[in-house]
């Protein structure tokens, strides 16, 4: 299967989600920008598939992600950094979200655990209340934050 195929609209992907659990199935969800794929960024959603049956990924459009990283980013475009993920075997589906936090990517999968990488503690997700409203939970997966797209941008730079 082409790893484009898995590259989904939100409401398909509540489709794919609800389908699952009809089958008693458990999804995660974990976001991100992705914008240079790296071990940290791997590492991180092989961890949070281990958490469920099924990955959903949220990834930051182009827009949302020059709102938080700022105007010279995202270097690799949303398409791209969505496909990227998508081609990894943990990840089952991807959606693409437009706003600044993924709360709204909550809402319509209400995902069984929602995790986060390891700059964050359970306390400090965002979007902790969100989940935990409907009975979810929040996790953190990966290794220690020594790997960023920031620091890969300036390693090659330097050379």
């Given at each position: 299967?082409?790893?484009?195929?898995?590259?989904?609209?939100?409401?398909?992907?509540?489709?794919?989600?609800?389908?699952?659990?009809?089958?008693?199935?458990?999804?995660?969800?974990?976001?991100?920008?992705?914008?240079?794929?790296?071990?940290?960024?791997?590492?991180?959603?092989?961890?949070?598939?281990?958490?469920?049956?099924a990955l959903v990924?949220?990834?930051?459009?182009?827009?949302?992600?020059?709102?938080?990283?700022?105007?010279?980013?995202?270097?690799?475009?949303?398409?791209?950094?969505?496909?990227?993920?998508?081609?990894?075997?943990?990840?089952?589906?991807?959606?693409?979200?437009?706003?600044?936090?993924?709360?709204?990517?909550?809402?319509?999968?209400?995902?069984?655990?929602?995790?986060?990488?390891t700059d964050y503690?359970?306390?400090?997700?965002?979007?902790?209340?969100?989940?935990?409203?409907?009975?979810?939970?929040?996790?953190?997966?990966?290794?220690?934050?020594?790997?960023?797209?920031?620091?890969l941008a300036e390693?090659?730079?330097?050379?």
């Open positions: 299967m082409s790893s484009a195929v898995k590259v989904i609209a939100l409401e398909a992907a509540a489709v794919q989600v609800a389908a699952l659990r009809k089958e008693g199935k458990r999804v995660a969800l974990a976001n991100g920008v992705f914008d240079l794929l790296h071990v940290g960024h791997v590492r991180y959603l092989e961890g949070a598939r281990a958490l469920a049956d990924v949220a990834v930051n459009s182009d827009a949302s992600t020059r709102a938080n990283k700022g105007p010279g980013r995202p270097v690799v475009p949303e398409r791209e950094r969505a496909e990227l993920v998508a081609a990894l075997s943990c990840t089952s589906w991807v959606v693409l979200f437009d706003e600044p936090d993924v709360r709204r990517v909550i809402r319509a999968l209400r995902p069984e655990v929602h995790v986060k990488g503690t359970p306390e400090s997700v965002p979007e902790r209340a969100e989940v935990e409203a409907y009975g979810g939970r929040v996790a953190i997966a990966g290794d220690p934050k020594n790997h960023s797209t920031t620091a390693a090659v730079k330097k050379r």
